[in-house]
C-alpha cells in the first residue's frame, strides 16, 4: 500500500518517513539539530513548492525538550510556538489551519506531531478535517489512505531504531526518514538509502 508521507509520535519518541512515487531522489540532511529534506545532487529540478522543508525540529519550553515532526512548511510555526510556550494541542491547530493542506494536484494533507517526554500529540489538516489528538501509545498518521491517526506497532526505544522501523516498513516507495527520542536529552537519526 501506498500512503505518502507518514508521521508516527508517541511520548518520548517520534519518527517520520518520506514516501514518494514522484519526487524520489531525496535524502535528510541534519543541521544543528534540525532534520530537513533535500533533493540529492542527481535530482531533477523541479518548481513543486512542497518537497523540501524542515521535517524535524527540537525545541525548548519552560527548561523541558521537545520534538516536531511533519512533511513540510508547517513544522516551522508549530516548533516556534511551541518555543514560545503554546501548548502543542494549540500550536498545531494554529499552524496547520493557517496554512492548510497542499495546494497540489492530491489536495495533499499536512501531517504533524509533536514529541514530549511524557506525551504527544498527532495532528493532520485535510481537505474535509483538521484533527489534532493527545495520544498515550505510538500513533501513526499519513497523507493518503491512513489519513486519520490510528496506533502503529513501534517497537524502537532509540531515535536510531525509529528512523529504521519506519524507514523498512512495509508502506512502499520509501526515500528517507527520521527518528528522535525525547528526554533529559534529545536524540535524533536519520536514514538515507
Ligand atoms: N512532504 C513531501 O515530502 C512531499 N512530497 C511530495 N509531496 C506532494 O505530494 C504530491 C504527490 O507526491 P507523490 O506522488 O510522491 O506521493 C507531490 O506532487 C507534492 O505536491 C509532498 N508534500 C506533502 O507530503
Not at 505518502?4 to 544543528?32: H, K, L, M, T, W
Not at 530537513?36 to 518537497?51: E, G, I, K, L
Request: charged share 25%.
Amino acid at each position: 500500500m501506498y500512503v505518502g508521507r507518514f508521521v508516527v509520535v508517541g511520548p518520548g519518541i517520534g519518527a517520520y518517513r518520506v514516501s514518494s512515487r514522484s519526487f524520489p531522489n531525496r535524502q535528510v540532511v541534519e543541521r544543528d539539530g534540525t532534520l530537513t529534506v533535500a533533493p540529492t545532487s542527481d535530482a531533477p529540478p523541479t518548481d513543486n513548492p512542497y518537497v523540501s522543508y524542515n521535517c524535524l525540529r527540537t525545541v525548548e519550553q519552560s527548561g523541558e525538550s521537545l520534538a516536531v515532526v511533519g512533511n513540510g512548511s508547517h513544522v516551522d510555526p508549530i516548533a516556534e510556538k511551541v518555543g514560545m510556550g503554546y501548548p502543542a494541542r494549540d500550536a498545531l491547530a494554529l499552524s496547520l489551519l493557517a496554512l492548510d493542506f497542499e495546494k497540489d494536484d492530491y489536495d495533499t494533507p499536512r501531517v504533524a506531531g509533536v514529541v514530549e517526554t511524557h506525551g504527544a500529540t498527532i495532528a493532520t489538516v485535510r481537505r474535509d478535517a483538521l484533527v489534532v489528538r493527545e495520544v498515550a501509545e505510538p500513533t501513526l498518521v499519513a497523507t493518503y489512505e491512513a489519513d486519520d491517526p490510528e496506533p502503529f506497532d513501534l517497537g524502537a526505544t532509540d531515535a536510531a531504531t525509529a528512523a529504521r522501523e519506519v524507514y523498512d516498513h512495509a508502506y512502499e516507495h520509501a526515500v528517507c526518514a527520521a527518528g528522535v527520542t525525547v528526554g533529559e536529552t534529545v536524540e535524533t537519526s536519520l536514514v538515507n538509502e
